[in-house]
């Protein structure tokens, strides 16, 4: 497995990263299932294992401090924190009091003294950015956190982030975590280049298109169910003309893929891990089958007119469906923003 350097951090990490996401009630609800697939993933050469405290209320961090025991001082590990984890009104967000509480149960799931990478999941306008660096830098300071970094930022809010904690002495993130695949390509526009212009570490998550490149999704095909598509209604909605211009899109791809000899999910993965500005594509594996499928993609080349055909079907720079780019401001959601 190929290292990479993660930003200007000097740390060196696999070129695939382990997503747990489904490991826990989103996805397999067998612990020990799921433990030998991140044991395998471990063997193969990964040593960059992300989660989330939000991924089955918690329930994947602890999956995830029972694989890792033994084994913690090899990994990289990050987590995320952001979103909801119970009722009351501060049990979310950005805010110093939720970040510093939220810190201990994560810590506490995953059976660790320390974070190596703790991530803001997503933007949150109504919070001070410099409120939630600050923080941070606080756990940096204390030995908790190792590194911090953003997922789902817009350009101008990793901007921001970078010129808050270089005049305010925070620290820095030095990664982002966006959603990328040949489906949704909108951060080549902006972040990428962002991104690289700072320095940063590219951690792209849903190379897969939210399992719209698995091969599961196909024209005249049934639509498969899942509590993501429950979830998610605008990305899996099939009457919906932006969905329908990703099943188009979809059999273009399924048919180059073909052509060029590589199975459409390798195909996908290696897509984003050509990309010069990208450090690690995270896989989000549910099964030992679907960890080797992508574990195989490390070592596809992807040649020069296979790119170009890829650009054809899905220009640069655009969304298939822009419900996929994974955050939306505020003031496009609630029309009483937008008027007096």
């Given at each position: 497995?190929?290292?990479?350097?993660?930003?200007?951090?000097?740390?060196?990490?696999?070129?695939?990263?382990?997503?747990?996401?489904?490991?826990?009630?989103?996805?397999?609800?067998?612990?020990?299932?799921?433990?030998?697939?991140?044991?395998?993933?471990?063997?193969?050469?990964?040593?960059?294992?992300?989660?989330?405290?939000?991924?089955?209320?918690?329930?994947?961090?602890?999956?995830?401090?029972?694989?890792?025991?033994?084994?913690?001082?090899e990994i990289v590990l990050a987590t995320k924190v952001h979103g909801r984890?119970?009722?009351?009104?501060?049990?979310?967000?950005?805010?110093?009091?939720?970040?510093?509480?939220?810190?201990?149960?994560?810590?506490?799931?995953?059976?660790?003294?320390?974070?190596?990478?703790?991530?803001?999941?997503?933007p949150e306008p109504g919070t001070d950015i410099d409120e939630t660096l600050?923080?941070?830098?606080?756990?940096?300071?204390?030995?908790?956190?190792?590194?911090?970094?953003?997922?789902?930022?817009?350009?101008?809010?990793?901007?921001?982030?970078?010129?808050?904690?270089?005049?305010?002495?925070?620290?820095?993130?030095?990664?982002?975590?966006?959603?990328?695949?040949?489906?949704?390509?909108?951060?080549?526009?902006?972040?990428?280049?962002?991104?690289?212009?700072?320095?940063?570490?590219?951690?792209?998550?849903?190379?897969?298109?939210?399992?719209?490149?698995?091969?599961?999704?196909?024209?005249?095909?049934?639509?498969?169910?899942?509590?993501?598509?429950?979830?998610?209604?605008?990305?899996?909605?099939?009457?919906?003309?932006?969905?329908?211009?990703?099943?188009?899109?979809?059999?273009?791809?399924?048919?180059?893929?073909?052509?060029?000899?590589?199975?459409?999910?390798?195909?996908?993965?290696?897509?984003?891990?050509?990309?010069?500005?990208?450090?690690?594509?995270?896989?989000?594996?549910?099964?030992?089958?679907?960890?080797?499928?992508?574990?195989?993609?490390?070592?596809?080349?992807?040649?020069?007119?296979?790119?170009?055909?890829?650009?054809?079907?899905?220009?640069?720079?655009?969304?298939?469906?822009?419900?996929?780019?994974?955050?939306?401001?505020?003031?496009?959601?609630?029309?009483?923003?937008?008027?007096?």
């Amino acid at each position: 497995m190929e290292l990479r350097t993660l930003g200007r951090t000097g740390l060196e990490v696999s070129s695939l990263c382990l997503g747990t996401m489904m490991f826990g009630a989103w996805g397999e609800p067998d612990h020990d299932e799921s433990i030998r697939v991140i044991h395998r993933a471990l063997d193969a050469g990964i040593n960059f294992v992300d989660t989330a405290d939000v991924y089955s209320a918690g329930e994947s961090e602890e999956i995830v401090g029972k694989a890792l025991k033994g084994r913690r001082d090899e990994i990289v590990l990050a987590t995320k924190v952001h979103g909801r984890m119970g009722e009351g009104p501060n049990r979310f967000g950005n805010t110093r009091r939720w970040i510093l509480m939220e810190v201990e149960n994560s810590l506490r799931r995953l059976g660790t003294d320390w974070i190596d990478l703790y991530q803001i999941h997503r933007p949150e306008p109504g919070t001070d950015i410099d409120e939630t660096l600050g923080a941070l830098t606080d756990l940096v300071r204390a030995g908790k956190v190792r590194y911090i970094g953003s997922s789902t930022f817009q350009p101008s809010q990793i901007v921001e982030a970078q010129w808050v904690a270089e005049r305010r002495g925070r620290e820095r993130f030095v990664s982002e975590q966006p959603p990328y695949s040949m489906l949704v390509r909108g951060i080549e526009a902006e972040v990428l280049p962002v991104c690289e212009r700072y320095g940063m570490g590219v951690i792209p998550w849903s190379p897969l298109g939210g399992s719209w490149l698995s091969g599961r999704y196909r024209k005249g095909g049934s639509t498969p169910g899942g509590m993501r598509a429950q979830r998610l209604p605008q990305r899996y909605d099939m009457s919906r003309p932006e969905n329908q211009r990703k099943l188009d899109a979809v059999e273009e791809l399924s048919l180059l893929a073909e052509e060029a000899g590589i199975p459409l999910p390798r195909l996908a993965i290696a897509f984003v891990l050509r990309h010069p500005t990208v450090t690690s594509p995270i896989i989000g594996p549910r099964t030992m089958e679907q960890l080797e499928d992508a574990l195989a993609a490390a070592d596809v080349e992807l040649s020069a007119d296979v790119l170009d055909r890829i650009d054809e079907i899905v220009p640069p720079g655009t969304n298939v469906n822009p419900a996929d780019g994974g955050w939306s401001p505020p003031s496009l959601a609630d029309a009483s923003l937008r008027r007096r």
